[in-house]
């Protein structure tokens, strides 16, 4: 998995369980990082119910994530995608055994899923805080144009 590729991107799908939390708070995050150099998708495994965490957690960062739709692998076609970003074990998994542009289009980004946090509001907040900024800074590192 190459993740130092001298060509520029032209299209990236970051890939979770549900396309509620994590995958799409980085597509947000990589379009407005890549300011429409590059197409970004997201899609789960299986559809979820946007999470109301990361829309609050977005909205920190004055990124909207409430016209979200949840969109599954089955809504894509994953070989029209330059670089594949799976961002759980299981998307990584099954990704694996899929049909891709390239056999150096996936890469796994472990992220830790923000929703497993427990207790009061300002601690959940916290670890939706931390995965975007997390994300956020991968997505910089590996798009730097």
């Known amino acids: 998995m190459n993740n130092a590729t001298k060509t520029p991107v ?11 939390v994590r995958s799409p708070m980085a597509e947000a995050l990589a379009k407005r990082h890549g300011k429409r150099r590059f197409f970004v998708e997201s899609a789960g495994l299986i559809a979820g119910a946007l999470d109301p965490f990361s829309v609050a957690a977005m909205a920190e960062e004055d990124i909207d994530l409430s016209g979200h ?17 799976a961002l759980t074990v299981e998307s990584r998994d099954y990704l694996a055994k899929q049909k891709l542009k390239s056999a150096d289009s996936l890469e796994y980004w ?5 929703s497993d946090a427990e207790g009061h509001r300002d601690r959940i907040m916290e670890s939706y805080r931390l995965v975007r900024d997390h994300l956020e800074c991968r997505i910089a590192d590996r798009f730097p144009y």
């Open 10 to 20: 032209k299209s990236v799908l970051f890939v979770c369980n549900q396309n509620a």
């Open 69 to 85: 739709k949840s969109l599954t692998l089955a809504d894509v076609d994953l070989t029209l995608f330059d670089v594949v970003i």
């Open 110 to 114: 472990a992220t830790p899923d923000p």
